[in-house]
């Protein structure tokens, strides 16, 4: 196995389909196939099994593509020591979930791009926090930003606390900042019942002693704003998300006493690449919210 086949598995693990992962490495899409189907002759195993129009990484691929990457990894570190700076063909993969975008985009990654203007940077888009930690325990990701708490198996570094606010349809009746209190009642959008996130919101109800009304239980985040929009609930979501619900005309207020999040970049436990470390570093030395 070489260097090139290494990229070959990665690409095809990363765009699920050989178009897309042969158009990402400037070859055409047959020779790809064909190269990936030497390979699993060469290993005497299957890498990738097709699914649809596109492919998926086998049981045995998975551990293959995982150590394809720390393989590459390693190489780009070696390139980089020639100058002690990132190689220019350097990348790191960012996982975020929807409501920690905004500010992974608009604060962390234009800080770190101005000093490191030669790594390519790219956010793995995630629904929530299990897709985070999936996407970095697959490898599809170098860090991911997220919520704690996370599985133990991997490590976490707090980098900043964000507040939790309540989202309202506008003319509710509610003070601003909202006593906890007034969460008794309240019509709520909450995630589905028995998910990780939901238990973490009925822990926080029970240790105010508040039952709020749940009117909306779903974990398809895009139709919660929407849910608020229509008037049929408030929602309790983290500040950041709290320009966007502004600027279609709900109300964000605080809560008393406050409630906040610690948010963290993960990562699997090995030794980082080298802009992955600079990126972390970046990161814990901000200020917390």
């Known amino acids: 196995m070489n260097l090139q086949q290494l990229r070959y598995v990665v690409a095809t ?13 400037y070859i055409a899409q047959p020779a790809l196939s064909r190269a990936i ?11 990738f099994a097709r699914s649809g129009r596109g492919v998926v990484v086998t049981a045995q691929g998975r551990r293959v593509v995982k150590l394809a990457r720390e393989a590459l990894d390693a190489v780009h570190e070696i390139e980089a020591l020639a100058t002690n700076t990132p190689s220019s063909g350097s990348e790191l993969r960012v996982a975020s979930t929807p409501s920690l975008e905004p500010g ?12 490191h203007p030669d790594v390519r940077v790219h956010i793995v888009r995630c629904e929530g926090r299990d897709a985070v930690v999936s996407a970095v325990r697959e490898q599809r990701a170098d860090l991911g930003l997220t ?4 599985p133990t198996d991997l490590v976490s570094h707090p980098v900043e606390r964000q507040e939790i606010v309540l989202i309202s349809p506008p003319g509710a009746d509610l003070p601003d900042p909202v006593p906890l ?3 008794n009642g309240l019509r709520l959008v909450l995630p589905a019942p028995g998910s990780p996130r939901r238990r973490e919101f009925d822990h926080i109800f ?21 849910a608020v929009r229509d008037g049929k609930a408030s929602l309790l979501w983290y500040r950041g998300m ?7 005309g709900l109300v964000v207020r605080s809560l008393d006493p406050q409630l906040k999040k610690i948010i963290a ?3 699997v436990r090995k030794r980082l690449t080298a802009v992955a470390q600079d990126f972390l570093t970046m990161a814990e030395g901000g200020s917390a919210a």
């Open 242 to 248: 709290a320009d966007q619900a502004a600027r279609t």
């Open 37 to 47: 189907r030497d390979l699993e002759r060469e290993l005497g195993m299957t890498l």
């Open 147 to 150: 919520d704690l708490p996370v």
């Open 206 to 226: 029970a240790t105010y002693g508040v039952r709020p009304i749940p009117a909306v239980e779903s974990d398809e985040r895009g139709g919660w704003l929407r």
């Open 265 to 267: 970049v993960v990562h």
């Open 104 to 115: 992974l985009a608009g604060r962390l990654l234009p800080a770190y791009v101005a000093e």
């Open 181 to 183: 209190t007034r969460l």
């Open 13 to 25: 693990a990363e765009h699920r389909t050989m178009t897309d992962a042969a158009r990402s490495l």
